[in-house]
């Protein structure tokens, strides 16, 4: 999770503080079961966002990554380093399914020139 923060802020400071952020407020629903991955990223991304209103992310456009919206960028981060399918990605960002598949297709267009290490349509196995 402080990968997908820090990529999706552009900054590791500010990714681990919205992963701390997030981490407070699983402390203090008293859960007693670890909650799945779609509901830990959905707290992180919420914190990811509340973090960014109040300072915008830099992220570099000779980065791969730089050309997209914050909100595509974390749409093919969940998509290709933590192998989320569209629904659940749906369900981390607070989208519908097709709000999602329109991100991830506008972000494929955008990267198509952006060279081979970009991989947005084939998503990593999840572990675990």
């Known amino acids: 999770m402080r990968a997908y923060a820090a990529m999706a802020l ?6 681990d503080l919205a ?11 008293h859960l007693g079961d670890a909650p799945d991955p779609v509901s830990l990223f ?3 991304d919420r914190q ?8 915008i992310p830099f ?8 050309g997209l919206t914050p909100l595509q ?7 290709t380093t933590h192998g989320f ?11 519908q399914l097709s709000e999602v598949k329109a991100l991830l297709d506008a972000s494929a267009c955008k990267l198509a020139g952006r060279g ?11 572990q675990g």
């Open 73 to 79: 960028r974390r749409a093919v981060l969940l998509r």
């Open 85 to 95: 399918s569209e629904a659940e990605i749906g369900e981390i960002l607070d989208l």
């Open 42 to 44: 959905a707290l992180v």
């Open 10 to 15: 552009g900054s590791a400071e500010r990714g």
């Open 116 to 126: 081979p290490d970009v991989r947005l349509l084939r998503p990593v196995r999840r």
């Open 19 to 29: 992963v701390h952020s997030a981490l407070v407020q699983i402390l203090q629903l």
């Open 59 to 66: 992220f570099p456009k000779q980065n791969p990554l730089g």
């Open 48 to 55: 990811v966002v509340a973090v960014s209103r109040r300072q």
